[in-house]
């Protein structure tokens, strides 16, 4: 019997260990979450890749150090999230003036100067804080994705799914972390502190 | 002697075990069950686990050292209950996608930690143990099914969202199949044993 309950209290013991570690301390469940986790605990910088924006200026990721920049993930044609998430970038240029904005397309294949062009009109992105770009390189896609651990899946329908987030990259370009970008009162209260450090 | 001749399975149970097993992990049954969320969560795991309870045989139930170490089966199907548990983590399913090592824990800790132990402890388990777990297991598919529908956003950044919705309903159909499959074997009477001496 001592045995058994022995035997039983192990792997009881051994399943918390296994468990605790597969979650971070009990943390995060989700690869998302593991993914902001992360980059709360160690900020890193995204690759140096050089993008082009909507008026057709190259400039690297690089150059945007001393400045606070919030980045989301997009493609053009997306009419769910990204459209969503083109109003947020929106309200955050008027209520977080001094942070620069970059929407970087992962539709390489479709997306060209015309359609970030087209995106820019259509929710207001001016080409000088808010800037619609895409890598100038396709070989630089996916090192900036894994970088900022987006995953990008085809959703059957000629469109894509992915992590639909905010990226805020701090003044030394790290990418300190990655926030939802609803309800956006306290994307805001998140990002406020850092233009001011 | 005679403990350890019946420790010997039978040969067709442990050769479709094998022979599941490895069809489970042939490249291309890999890639078409794990595209699919449902294809992953509902088909290919359940069978992983069903391979490595074939590959136990009935014998080893009733084998002393398993008798003595785990008395009513409890350590083994708490064993079984946890390792399952861990791979309906949303993160365990896109790491097993992601990175080679974990498609290897998978496939290594279904059979061996999940299907053998059931095989070897469920059948030993008291009635009220038993009706423990399935309470669980019914509960939890019922949380999981309704948790999949409501989540306002994707758990897996390797499946579609329409893709978790179809399982959070497959869950919850299975969790209202098994609570009525035990309902019907409570009152109307389905015995196992009695159906074996018939």
């Known amino acids: 019997m001592m045995r058994s309950l022995f ?32 980059v709360e605990q160690a900020p890193h910088q995204l690759p140096a890749v050089t993008l082009e924006d909507q008026d057709g200026r190259s400039f690297s990721l690089d150059s945007l150090q001393g400045r606070v920049v919030l980045i989301e993930f997009i493609y053009t044609r997306c009419p ?9 970038f929106a309200r955050l240029a008027r ?17 060209g100067r015309a359609e970030l062009r087209r995106y820019a009109d259509s929710h207001g992105a001016d080409g000088d804080e808010w800037r619609v770009a895409r890598p100038v390189h396709g070989q630089d896609l996916g090192p900036l994705l894994d970088g900022a651990g987006v995953v990008v899946i085809a959703d059957g329908w000629g469109g894509y799914q992915h992590n639909a987030a905010v990226h805020l990259l701090d003044r030394h370009g790290r990418l300190v ?12 209260d998140e990002v406020t502190p850092w233009l001011k450090s | 002697m005679a403990e350890i001749l019946n420790l010997i399975p039978s040969f067709r149970r442990i050769a479709m075990g094998a022979g599941l ?13 794990e595209q699919d969320m449902t294809r992953h ?7 992983l686990v069903l391979a490595g309870w074939l590959l136990i045989p009935a014998a080893a139930a009733s084998c002393r050292f398993v008798v003595i170490w785990d008395r009513f089966g409890i350590a083994g199907i708490l064993t079984a209950n946890l390792a399952a548990a861990y791979w ?8 097993a996608i992601a990175l080679p090592v974990f498609e290897i824990a998978k496939f290594i800790s279904l059979p061996l930690l999940v299907g053998v132990p059931l095989g070897c402890c469920w059948p030993r388990m ?27 956003v994707r758990v897996c950044v390797f499946y579609l969202s329409d893709q978790q919705e179809a399982v959070g309903r497959l869950l919850l159909c299975l969790a209202g199949a098994i609570s009525l499959a035990v309902l019907f074997c409570a009152f109307v009477g389905f015995r196992p044993s009695a159906a074996r001496t018939a």
């Not at chain 1, 209520?95 to 997306?111: K, N, Q, R």
């Not at chain 2, 097993?21 to 069950?33: D, K, Q, T």
């Not at chain 2, 008291?126 to 409501?150: D, E, Q, R």
């Open chain 1, 7 to 38: 035997l039983a209290l192990t792997v009881a013991v051994i399943a918390m260990a296994v468990f605790g570690s597969a979650t971070e301390g009990f943390r995060v469940f989700t690869t998302e979450g593991a993914r902001r986790y992360a």
């Open chain 2, 88 to 95: 309906m983590l949303p993160r365990s399913l896109d790491n």
């Open chain 1, 95 to 111: 209520a977080l003036p001094g942070t620069v904005l970059l929407s970087i397309s992962f539709d390489i294949e479709h997306d």
């Open chain 1, 177 to 188: 972390r990655i926030l939802d970008f609803d309800p956006l009162s306290v994307l805001i």
């Open chain 2, 21 to 33: 097993f490895l069809v489970l992990a042939a490249p291309s049954l890999r890639e078409v069950l």
């Open chain 2, 41 to 47: 969560m509902l088909i290919q795991l359940p069978f």
């Open chain 2, 126 to 152: 008291p009635m009220l143990g038993k009706g423990f777990v399935m309470a669980n297991v019914v509960s939890m598919l019922g949380i999981a099914g309704w948790l999949y529908l409501a989540a306002p």
């Open chain 1, 80 to 88: 769910t999230v990204c459209s969503a998430l083109g109003d947020v």
